[in-house]
């Protein structure tokens, strides 16, 4: 087992467990693992499962990260590379500073902000990785929808063991196509969710740039993309342009969870429309999707998840308010 280590420098305010939970968003999910202390996931470096794990070697401030990686093979440029990817996930290099400025002095927001300050918008390391979830979770609990990738992630992702644990990396587009539609039933997968995923899969095994373009295009140029896809609509095209191409301003709308978080803040009669939280989110642009993950991390404060601790905010962030 080759492994090698590195440092990692953040922008200031960074913190590793408000970031990964809200990537992570359930204890259950075994794909993005969280013991407290370190973030471990499997990627897929040369076609081979290599284990990364993410400490915070100081408290958040300096935000420092220890990244340890493991390989069963030597490769290239491995801490490079999984660098990257990590800085894709983690958010490592943004500068929120702008949004703390728009939030400080918001009292709708301020206070949910601040108790949150050091958590980057986190994203999925690929775009099969984000439609995949974006389908396992429509119509179903969040709950329900992480059982199911860690089911299709223990069956066709590639494996990595060691003295510690076996884990596995999320499937490549090629591992989900040699499944068939009875195969993913049985996992749980319904029968559309699964047909959408095979023709995802089988797509990108023949065409693996197909997704890539999607990084340059504008937002309603990348709605109307995907929304060519089986099994898309509008809340998985907001879902991606979130979650998976970091579009801090987009809010998805037709969440149920996040209409249901938003009216808890905005203290609403009753769930917002999706018209209606065009408008309530209108003050927060174009940060509305941080938003959408403060309010996430929120439910897992009240649920005893995790633990809020005030940071101060970053050097230049608050302003004075106007006589």
Not at 63 to 91: F, H, I
Not at 128 to 140: G, I, K, S
Not at 173 to 185: G, Y
Not at 219 to 226: G, L, M
Request: hydrophobic share 40%.
């Amino acid at each position: 087992m080759i492994q090698e280590s590195f440092c990692v420098h953040p922008h200031p305010p960074f913190r590793l467990d408000l970031t990964v939970w809200a990537l992570r968003r359930r204890a259950h999910n075994r794909i993005d693992q969280w013991n407290g202390t370190t973030y471990t996931r499997v990627l897929v470096i040369d076609q081979v499962p290599v284990k990364v794990g993410v400490s915070q070697l100081h408290p958040p401030s300096p935000p420092d990260l220890q990244v340890n990686v493991w390989s069963p093979k030597p490769s290239v440029g491995l801490s490079t590379r999984v660098q990257e990817v990590l800085q894709r996930m983690l958010g490592f290099s943004l500068d929120l500073t702008d949004f703390y400025t728009l939030t400080e002095h918001d009292p709708t927001v301020s206070a949910l902000v601040q108790r949150f300050v050091g958590m980057k918008p986190p994203r999925f390391p690929g775009l099969f990785e984000a439609l995949l979830n974006a389908f396992a979770c429509q119509q179903v609990t969040l709950d329900v929808g992480l059982l199911l990738l860690n089911r299709l992630t223990e069956t066709y992702g590639l494996r990595f063991a060691d003295a510690q644990a076996t884990s596995h990396a999320f499937p490549r587009p090629e591992e989900v196509a040699s499944a068939s539609i009875e195969d993913l039933r049985m996992l749980g997968f319904s029968r559309q969710k699964a047909r959408a995923m095979l023709e995802l899969a089988t797509r990108l095994t023949q065409e693996p740039h197909t997704l890539s373009p999607l990084e340059g295009m504008t937002n309603e140029a990348v709605r109307a993309t995907v929304s060519s896809l089986r099994g898309v609509g509008r809340w998985t095209a907001e879902y991606i342009l979130l979650r998976g191409l970091g579009r801090l301003e987009t809010f998805p709308g037709d969440d149920v969870g996040a209409q249901r978080n938003l009216q808890r803040l905005l203290h609403l009669a009753e769930k917002p429309t999706y018209e209606t939280i065009k408008v309530l989110i209108a003050p927060w642009s174009p940060f509305a999707g941080l938003i959408y993950f403060h309010l996430l991390l929120d439910v897992l404060e009240k649920q005893g998840v995790i633990q809020a601790a005030r940071l101060p905010l970053p050097q230049g962030s608050a302003t004075n308010p106007d006589p």
